[in-house]
Protein backbone atom coordinates (compact mmCIF):
# COMPACT_ATOMS: atom_id res chain seq x y z
CA UNK A 1 0.00 0.00 0.00
CA UNK A 2 1.53 3.79 -0.88
CA UNK A 3 2.75 5.69 1.71
CA UNK A 4 -0.08 8.71 2.88
CA UNK A 5 2.34 11.61 4.27
CA UNK A 6 -0.51 13.35 5.32
CA UNK A 7 -2.28 10.43 7.40
CA UNK A 8 1.62 10.38 8.90
CA UNK A 9 1.55 13.50 9.83
CA UNK A 10 -1.29 13.62 11.65
CA UNK A 11 -0.56 10.56 13.15
CA UNK A 12 2.84 12.06 14.31
CA UNK A 13 1.26 15.45 15.04
CA UNK A 14 -1.61 13.88 17.42
CA UNK A 15 1.24 11.60 19.38
CA UNK A 16 3.82 14.33 19.71
CA UNK A 17 2.78 18.10 19.99
CA UNK A 18 -1.13 17.76 20.20
CA UNK A 19 -1.11 17.67 24.21
CA UNK A 20 -3.34 15.23 26.20
CA UNK A 21 -5.86 12.94 24.24
CA UNK A 22 -7.23 9.49 24.76
CA UNK A 23 -4.43 8.45 22.80
CA UNK A 24 -1.54 10.53 23.49
CA UNK A 25 0.41 11.27 27.38
CA UNK A 26 0.23 15.09 28.71
CA UNK A 27 3.84 14.32 29.38
CA UNK A 28 6.09 11.81 27.67
CA UNK A 29 9.42 10.65 29.32
CA UNK A 30 12.26 10.39 27.25
CA UNK A 31 14.52 7.42 27.89
CA UNK A 32 18.15 5.87 26.80
CA UNK A 33 18.35 2.60 26.26
CA UNK A 34 22.21 0.57 25.88
CA UNK A 35 20.37 -2.29 23.97
CA UNK A 36 18.67 -2.03 20.90
CA UNK A 37 15.01 -2.56 21.31
CA UNK A 38 12.75 -4.83 19.41
CA UNK A 39 10.05 -3.30 17.25
CA UNK A 40 7.40 -4.37 20.49
CA UNK A 41 9.83 -2.18 22.77
CA UNK A 42 10.90 -4.97 24.21
CA UNK A 43 14.76 -5.26 25.34
CA UNK A 44 14.93 -1.79 25.64
CA UNK A 45 17.92 -2.11 28.55
CA UNK A 46 17.92 1.93 30.88
CA UNK A 47 21.08 2.49 33.06
CA UNK A 48 20.38 1.51 35.81
CA UNK A 49 22.58 3.57 38.29
CA UNK A 50 24.30 6.57 38.01
CA UNK A 51 21.57 9.31 38.77
CA UNK A 52 20.03 7.67 35.69
CA UNK A 53 15.94 8.90 35.17
CA UNK A 54 13.93 9.83 32.28
CA UNK A 55 13.19 13.07 31.28
CA UNK A 56 9.88 14.24 31.47
CA UNK A 57 8.69 16.62 28.38
CA UNK A 58 5.37 18.23 28.00
CA UNK A 59 3.30 17.22 24.94
CA UNK A 60 3.25 20.48 23.14
CA UNK A 61 4.23 21.99 19.75
CA UNK A 62 6.95 23.94 21.34
CA UNK A 63 8.29 20.43 22.41
CA UNK A 64 7.64 18.99 19.40
CA UNK A 65 7.12 21.01 16.54
CA UNK A 66 4.80 20.20 13.59
CA UNK A 67 5.85 16.70 11.41
CA UNK A 68 7.25 17.43 8.03
CA UNK A 69 7.39 15.12 4.56
CA UNK A 70 10.20 15.84 2.45
CA UNK A 71 10.88 12.79 -0.57
CA UNK A 72 8.07 10.60 0.75
CA UNK A 73 9.35 10.40 4.44
CA UNK A 74 7.60 12.01 7.66
CA UNK A 75 9.52 13.16 10.80
CA UNK A 76 8.68 14.12 14.05
CA UNK A 77 11.69 16.53 15.44
CA UNK A 78 12.07 17.84 19.14
CA UNK A 79 12.03 21.90 19.34
CA UNK A 80 13.95 22.06 22.42
CA UNK A 81 16.70 21.14 23.96
CA UNK A 82 15.97 17.41 26.36
CA UNK A 83 18.89 17.38 29.15
CA UNK A 84 19.51 14.38 31.15
CA UNK A 85 20.88 14.37 35.06
CA UNK A 86 24.12 14.70 35.29
CA UNK A 87 25.91 11.26 35.72
CA UNK A 88 27.17 10.14 39.20
CA UNK A 89 28.17 7.00 37.64
CA UNK A 90 28.73 4.74 34.07
CA UNK A 91 25.60 4.25 32.12
CA UNK A 92 27.28 2.58 29.19
CA UNK A 93 27.43 2.87 25.97
CA UNK A 94 23.71 4.28 24.96
CA UNK A 95 22.33 4.12 21.50
CA UNK A 96 18.81 4.22 21.48
CA UNK A 97 16.03 6.54 22.52
CA UNK A 98 12.51 5.78 23.75
CA UNK A 99 9.58 7.85 24.67
CA UNK A 100 7.44 6.41 27.46
CA UNK A 101 4.45 7.16 28.88
CA UNK A 102 5.52 6.94 32.64
CA UNK A 103 8.48 7.85 34.88
CA UNK A 104 9.02 4.21 35.70
CA UNK A 105 8.37 1.02 34.28
CA UNK A 106 6.87 -0.44 31.34
CA UNK A 107 7.96 -0.29 27.08
CA UNK A 108 8.66 2.72 24.82
CA UNK A 109 5.88 3.45 22.86
CA UNK A 110 8.33 4.84 20.17
CA UNK A 111 12.33 4.01 20.25
CA UNK A 112 14.94 5.28 17.54
CA UNK A 113 18.44 4.81 17.11
CA UNK A 114 21.17 7.59 17.76
CA UNK A 115 23.14 8.94 14.70
CA UNK A 116 26.02 7.85 17.14
CA UNK A 117 26.60 6.33 20.65
CA UNK A 118 27.49 8.18 23.59
CA UNK A 119 29.64 6.21 26.18
CA UNK A 120 28.32 8.19 29.83
CA UNK A 121 30.94 7.80 32.90
CA UNK A 122 30.73 9.18 36.27
CA UNK A 123 31.67 12.64 35.51
CA UNK A 124 30.77 13.50 32.09
CA UNK A 125 28.68 16.90 31.47
CA UNK A 126 24.80 15.80 31.08
CA UNK A 127 23.45 13.90 28.22
CA UNK A 128 21.34 17.04 26.07
CA UNK A 129 19.46 16.58 22.48
CA UNK A 130 19.81 19.96 20.74
CA UNK A 131 16.75 21.04 18.65
CA UNK A 132 15.79 19.05 16.33
CA UNK A 133 18.47 16.38 16.94
CA UNK A 134 16.08 13.69 17.74
CA UNK A 135 14.29 12.20 14.71
CA UNK A 136 11.27 9.95 14.49
CA UNK A 137 10.37 8.45 11.38
CA UNK A 138 6.88 7.70 10.57
CA UNK A 139 5.48 5.67 7.84
Sequence with gaps: MPAHPSRERAIADSQFGGGATSWAPATWYLG?????????????????????????????????????????????????????????GTWGQIGWYGWFSAATGGTPEYSAALDAPVTVRSGNTPVEFDVNQLVMVFG
Excluded: W
Design 32 to 88: LSVTAPNEDGSSFTQPTAGSYARVAVTNNATNFPPATTVDGITTKTNGAKFTFPNPT
